[in-house]
């Protein structure tokens, strides 16, 4: 099978790597770069595990062809912590029980993220539009709700 | 096994995918069939870059947009607002950033959105073959087409003269039950040309035409719009699947018809 060489930027950093044809974005992630923190659920474009942000949108990465990310920008969970230190989305989600068995988080983190990048003090309406791509089993959404809210410094159900 | 061929104009592209090839738009729904072992034909053909064909301008009375502008392009283009309430429709957010409008005119029952609503915008499309035809003629002979869209043009509707609606059992995400498109252009109160689309109460998007002609000097009334209630489904035949049965998108077709042209009970 034909390998094509492609080029991008993933967390800031220069990448390279060979892509196989027809491979898709997500499957790249994972097993040509070793980046795990996008997840695969469902491989059709319904739970939004796979979340990335390609060039500041959030894309569904199981469904982007991964050589069409040539010359762009990825953003994946992995990028989110400087070191030791956790994003403030991270901790939030730590803080007000977002994440139970967690499938669903990386994906939701980057739809979050991609939120408060261009809306740094959003509605809960605005959360539950950016969020309505990504399926949680676990939480019932309200407490990823309210952690999107605490991350952008604005009362949650429990502050009040 | 799937093999990946880019290439730098849509006259290439069409040329290849006119063979055994799928052309790739903004890939939700051919990559989805790659992943799932499932496309028809063994060759993707894209385009390196879709930059030029992504442009959303007005044209005199009309407004072009290019094939490859995604359901986010439309939600950040002030020249089609009345496009908006549309793209925020389809799909969540992650999609709609994928999703182009020439995607959603190939898009199989129950898609096809927001071609319902190019529909009843009197779409006309510019193809890789540098002919023109319109939307209507396009969908009723989709599955043989071999040339693809390079650019929609669509009228621009006055005022609330432009009406949509999507019926689904899930929200905000969920897949249509169908959807409505009304264009009702109206001259001292009377309706004159209105134009009546529906999407997944056929194969394809469809207008209505016998509801089309019982609006025709019409006023926007529960009288006026008896007749094309009455006309609603006339000539369909619309399609079971998981969603709903062809016979209960019958019967429920005039109770969302009147509530499109009288802007009643609108959840969009
Ligand atoms: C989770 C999910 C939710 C969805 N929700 C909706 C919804 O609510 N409403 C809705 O309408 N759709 C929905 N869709 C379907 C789909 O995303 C849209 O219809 C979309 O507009 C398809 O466009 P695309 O660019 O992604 O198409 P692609 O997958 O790239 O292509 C689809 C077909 O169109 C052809 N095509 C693409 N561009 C052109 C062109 N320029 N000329 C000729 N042929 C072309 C392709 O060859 C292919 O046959 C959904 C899909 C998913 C996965
Ligand atoms: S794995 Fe991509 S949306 Fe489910
Ligand atoms: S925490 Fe389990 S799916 Fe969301």
Redo the contacts with the bound molecule.
Sequence with gaps: MTKKPVQFRLNGSPAAVFVDEGQNLLDLLRRGVGDLSPKYGCG???CGSCTVIIDGEPR?SC?TLAETVEGQQVETTNGLADGPDLHALQEAFMENFAAQCGYCTPGMLMAAKALLDRTPRPSREEIVEAIS?NICRCTGYEPIIDAILAASGQPTRRTG | MVTVTTVDT?QEA?AS?AGQA????????????VNYGELSVPQIVRLRSVAA?RSIRADGTRIVIG??A??GDILRSSEVSFLHPVAR????PA?RN???????????H???????ALLALDAKLR??DGSETDLESLLAARDN?K????SVSIARPAGDDFRFR?V?RVKP????VM?LAAWLPRSAGRISGARIAF?AMAPTPVRVRAAEAALEGATLDENGIAGALAAATQGLTPPDDGLASGWYRSQVAPVHLKRLLLGEGSRT
Excluded: C, H, W
Aim: proline share 3%; aromatic share 6%.
């Design positions: 059709q474009g319904t569904l469904l791509g | 849509l069409a995918s799928v052309f790739l738009g903004g890939g939700t729904l051919v990559m989805r069939s064909l094939a490859a995604t359901m429709q389809i799909g969540g999609i994928m999703a182009t409008v020439g995607g959603n005119i190939f898009a199989p129950p898609y096809g959105d927001f071609a319902v193809l890789s087409e040339r693809l869209v390079e999507k689904s995400k969920g897949v249509s959807s999407g």
